[in-house]
């Protein structure tokens, strides 16, 4: 026969094994348990309350972090406690809230997906008319971009040339060679060319000198027409030959900003007084001496030159990407498609790589695309695919938002232009005049939509797991940012590798975000492929000052008509041997150790003309920084140069 079961008050007992010493605890609380037995095992690794039944429960907080097993005692009690309601704050509701958009007019939105759905029901139909989609805008999109690489004819000039924006007739420094023999013919021959658009937006990204100036983040054209009181021009316009040959062809209104266009350069030799004047919206550059080499443009052409058909292109483009984003519900059509669309309208059209020909062109763009499409198929696991999940009935809203964000971010070479911060690099953002403002503007825009973000990660009870992920990215960060000899430099591409993470919540901002960081995904690695983001100073660098010693060089004698000047031995032991003097930024005499004295007599080209001077060292056939420029002024005065170097 069993034994009766005690009443609530007989025989109750408690067993405490390993318990640590009370006065250890920081505070009891009341026990709740209701069975006749409870066993508290405190020991190392264990915090499970036993009740008498077998259940289990949560060992105290105040019970478990007064064992001697734990191991953050030394943490003040007020922190660990703000630790503790920090950590359940990140967990969000309990249940998560998955945000979900309530879509504006369902019905209209859906419409186009419940037509296709309602004449081709089956997933073949529906596989077929993607693929006769597919081939419509391939087909439209190629011979356009035909029709647009079709160079067409100058009369009398034959097939003009296809050039980038930055081409010139002239390198800087002394890199044309003594007196410009490298840079020759230097009259006499004429050149037909082919600009693309936007070549107002190149700026030099280094400090390039003419004379006495410094230009730096601003187009480069030197000279134009002189203008009288009423502004009409007195001369032919002509330009120095160091001069950006399309930015050159808009200022002087031969090409077309927008869209474009052909033309003929003349070389027309020698030129004295280049004067400064703005037109087309680019202000040119003065210098008042002469220069070996100079253009000027034919005018009175008759051609049938193609002119850049990047805009069109833009509006091909856009209408079928919207048609598909608009009649498709499926994530895994959308996505894969648009991507590939506006990899190649970048790559082949709107920033396209510096390439002469469309042939070799396609061939970079292919290869750049075969990795990021590897990349894209990363994103659309981790956040497009679960962004747009069920995405019902808002399929309006996401081309508006999403795609219309993809475009925005594909195009910033246009929508972002704006912005005055060429490179994020830390010698740009003290050289360039508004850097700092616009990356603090920046900054704290990207964090007050961060803090949206974190939001609704936490509703959702993904916040711990995303603070984890972006724990290891700033881990990354820190450890690229101490690496000796490298410096890190923030790309496109790896903006978005950085921030996309963030926006896979389903709300209307994140699909814009999203949209943007894909979009500037694509058009930095169409663009300009997965640099490193770890550079040397030499890469970052690019065509700037190299930092190198500078020679001292006296002028001992200055007269009217002549000017001597004197230097000493170039030091040996840092690898220069030779001194190069620049006479009008162009190479006119070159010395090496052990040739002949160290000291020159010029004598003034032009009479009543003043003549720069700049000096730097050799290292073999490679020059060092050179000096700031000097002034021989016409009345025989030397006037020293600023310190510093230049370009």
Not at 263 to 288: C, M, W
Not at 396 to 417: I, K, Q
Not at 503 to 526: C, D, E, H
Request: net charge neutral.
């Amino acid at each position: 026969m069993a034994a009766p079961k005690p009443s609530d008050g007989e025989n109750r007992s408690t067993r405490l094994d390993d318990t640590p010493p009370w006065d250890q605890y920081e505070g009891p609380e009341p026990s709740t348990s209701g069975s006749s037995t409870l066993h508290v095992r405190s020991r190392a690794g264990s915090s499970d309350i036993e009740d008498g039944d077998g259940s289990r429960g949560t060992l105290p907080v105040w019970l478990r972090e007064s064992s001697k097993s734990f191991h953050f005692r030394w943490v003040p009690y007020p922190l660990r406690h703000f630790a503790r309601a920090v950590a359940a704050w990140t967990k969000g509701p309990d249940p998560p809230q998955r945000q979900r958009i309530s879509p504006f007019f369902p019905a209209i939105q859906e419409a186009p997906v419940k037509l296709i759905a309602k004449y081709l029901p089956r997933p073949i139909q529906k596989a077929g008319l993607l693929g006769c989609f597919l081939f419509c805008w391939l087909l439209t999109f190629s011979l356009v971009l035909h029709h647009s690489a079709s160079a067409g004819s100058i009369e009398g000039y034959g097939k003009p040339q296809q050039i980038w924006c930055g081409a010139s007739y002239w390198s800087g420094g002394n890199s044309c060679g003594l007196n410009g023999n490298r840079c020759r013919p230097f009259d006499n021959a004429n050149f037909p060319f082919r600009c693309p658009a936007n070549c107002k937006a190149v700026h030099v990204l280094n400090p390039h000198a003419v004379g006495t100036q410094e230009i730096n983040y601003k187009p480069f054209v030197i000279g134009g027409p002189e203008e009288d009181d009423s502004g009409n021009s007195t001369t032919d316009t002509i330009y120095r030959a160091d001069s950006f040959l399309c930015q050159a062809a808009i200022h002087a209104g031969v090409v077309s900003n927008q869209r474009g266009g052909c033309g003929v350069a003349k070389l027309a030799g020698e030129h004295t007084n280049f004067p400064s004047t703005y037109r087309n919206g680019i202000q040119s550059i003065s210098f008042d001496a002469s220069f070996p080499k100079s253009f000027i443009f034919v005018s009175g052409l008759s051609s049938d030159c193609i002119k850049d058909l990047r805009w069109p292109l833009l509006a091909v483009t856009v209408i079928f990407t919207t048609i598909l984003s608009i009649s498709t519900a499926s994530t895994a059509v959308f996505f894969p498609c648009v991507f590939t669309m506006l990899f190649f309208h970048v790559g082949l059209v709107s920033d396209p790589p510096t390439n002469t020909d469309y042939a070799s062109l396609s061939s970079l763009i292919i290869g750049r695309f075969l990795p990021a499409a590897f990349v894209a198929a990363v994103f659309y696991r981790y956040s497009v695919k679960p962004q747009q999940k069920d995405l019902q009935g808002a399929f309006m809203e996401r081309t508006v938002l999403w795609l219309g964000g993809a475009w925005v971010g594909s195009l910033n070479n246009y929508t972002f232009d704006f912005i005055p911060i060429q490179r994020l690099t830390p010698s740009d953002l003290r050289a360039q005049p508004g850097a700092r403002l616009a990356l603090v503007i920046i900054v704290v825009l990207l964090f007050s939509i961060a803090l949206g973000q974190v939001y609704y990660l936490r509703l959702e009870g993904r916040l711990p797991k995303y603070l984890g992920i972006y724990a290891i990215m700033v881990t990354f960060l820190i450890v690229c940012v101490i690496i000796p000899s490298l410096n890190l430099r923030i790309h496109h591409y790896f903006l978005a590798l950085l921030l996309l993470p963030g926006t896979r919540v389903q709300t209307r901002p994140s699909l814009l975000y999203q949209g943007i960081l894909v979009g500037l995904f694509i058009n930095g690695t169409a663009r300009w492929g997965f640099d490193s983001i770890l550079q040397t100073a030499a890469a970052l660098r690019g065509d700037g000052q190299l930092g190198s010693l500078l020679p001292h060089v006296n002028a001992t004698v200055a007269t009217a008509r002549s000017i001597t000047f004197s230097w000493r031995n170039p030091p040996m032991d840092r690898g220069y041997d030779g001194l190069s003097i620049l006479v009008n930024d162009v190479e006119r005499y070159r010395w090496y150790y052990g040739e002949g004295e160290k000291e020159h007599t010029f004598e003034r080209r032009h009479e009543d003309e003043k003549e720069y001077f700049r000096f730097g060292y050799m290292s073999g056939s490679g020059a060092a920084d050179f000096t700031k420029a000097g002034v021989w002024e016409s009345t025989g005065e030397w006037r020293e140069g600023e310190e510093g170097a230049s370009l």
